[in-house]
Structure formats: structure tokens, C-alpha cells
């Protein structure tokens, strides 16, 4: 294979990774880590590397276009942050001291919970429910678009959602795929708010994360810019066609397919270390 084609196949890869991680909320590099690893054989901590590339460019993509739609909780996003970003550089940290084995064992359990995440029901609207006054002292309650208009929503188990981010933080740094499920279970399960705000602020939360264990991750050699760059490339597109449909979207579909991916490719990356590996 050609750099050209190797460079072309990596390029729709990604692309069809940004454009579903624009729509779940669950970040490209969900994907992309696998999509590297079992099908080009790229060792873990570059695919990783250039997934993190990836993930702030999918969060560059859709974040302002989900901004200017309105359904992005700003505040609470920035507050989320401080537990996300903590919990990335020790993820990075830790990262280049656990075996490429053990690595793939993790990835593939998370890939199983992100589809089994990409299942659950979820509404779309809370219910009037009593407002956390941690949320409400910080004001981070908002409104979201409908077709019938702006619909109010209350934030509900602020710290319970915050934990969940430092767990989410620490596996982005340490996997590089932006723990996009796992902010989207936080503040779509947790913190009680609608799907779509779920998702969004996901995306807008996924870049600053990535980029907090890019860093690490550039300092010790692992980002390789012939790499990162159709990987970038393809995601970018992909992630602004993402957030230009999510709108009017139904993706109940599109999450049984991404579910069914998903776990192939987990069990592939399973198989491949376990069993070849032998």
C-alpha cells in the first residue's frame, strides 16, 4: 500500500468517525484508536496521540455551530472542565507506564460500555424537577431549542455528575478517545439534562480535555505529524457535517450501527492481542 492510499483510506476513516461523533456526543477517536490499531496496525500510543489530534478537532468542528444553535451549556461545560482536565493529565501520565496489552484490554471494555451507552433510551425533555443548590448557586441551569421553542431544564447531582468527569478525564488521557460516552452518561443520566444538550456540550467539553494529555503525549514523541494529519483532516469535515444535521436528526439507527462497530472492533482488538500475541 501506497502512502497516498494508506493516507486516503485513513482520511474516510476519519471522517465517518468525526461525522459520528459529532451526532453521539461520544468523540471521534472512539473510533479512530481501534480504527488505527486493528485495522493498520499502528502501535496504541500513536493512534492515541493522533486520536487526541483528532478529538479537539471534532470539538473545534461542532462546538461553534452547537453554540451559535444554542444548545450548549457554556457555564456548566467550563465548570466540568476542571474535573475532566485533571483527570486527563494523570490518564497521560499514567499512560506510558501501562503495557500496550493491558491498554487494549481497557480500550475494549470501554468501546463495549460506549455501545451498550449508545442503546439506552433517553428523553429528550426533564421533567420540573427541584433544582441542586450547587447548580443553582452557580447558575447553571439554561434553555435549549424545540420546534415549540425554548424549553427550560433544571441541573440535577452536580457532584455525582462531577466524579463521573474525572473518571472520563482519566480515560481520555489515558486512551485518547475523549470519553465522550462517559460525559454524555454524566450529564444525560446523572445530572438529569436533555439529550441533545448532553451531546453537545460533550463536544464542546471533548477538545479542552484532549488537548489538556496532547501535551504529554507531544513531549514524549507519540503525536507523528504523517499520522495525525489526514486523521485531522478527515474528522474536521466530518464533525461540521455532524453538527449541521444533528438538528433535525434521528439517530436511533445510526446508534445501532455504531454500537454493532463498536464491538466488533472491540472484540477484533481483544483477539489480537490475546490471541496472536501467543
Known sequence: MSILEFSLL?????????????????GGGVVIVPLLTSVFGVDIRYAV?????????????????????GYTNLRLGMFLEVATTTGAIIGALIATFVSVKALTI??????????????RPRIEHTEDEATDPLANYLKLNSTYPTPEGLVSYQVQSLPTGFGVMLIAGTLSGLLGIGSG??????MDQAMRLPFKVST???????????????????????IDPGLSMPVMLGVLPGAFLGARILQGAKTQMLRTIFSIVLVVMALKMVYNSLIEGL
Open 10 to 26: 485513513i482520511w474516510i476513516g476519519s471522517f465517518s468517525a468525526g461525522l459520528v461523533g459529532a451526532l453521539t456526543g461520544l
Open 49 to 69: 496521540g493522533a486520536s487526541l489530534v483528532s478529538v479537539i478537532a471534532t470539538s473545534l468542528g461542532a462546538a461553534s455551530t452547537y453554540i451559535k444553535q
Open 106 to 119: 481497557v480500550l475494549a471494555i470501554v468501546l463495549m460500555y460506549s455501545a451498550y451507552l449508545s442503546q
Open 181 to 186: 460516552g462517559f460525559k454524555v452518561l454524566a
Open 200 to 222: 453537545t456540550t460533550s463536544n464542546f467539553m471533548i477538545g479542552v480535555t484532549a488537548a489538556a494529555s496532547a501535551g504529554v503525549y507531544l513531549a514524549r514523541g507519540y
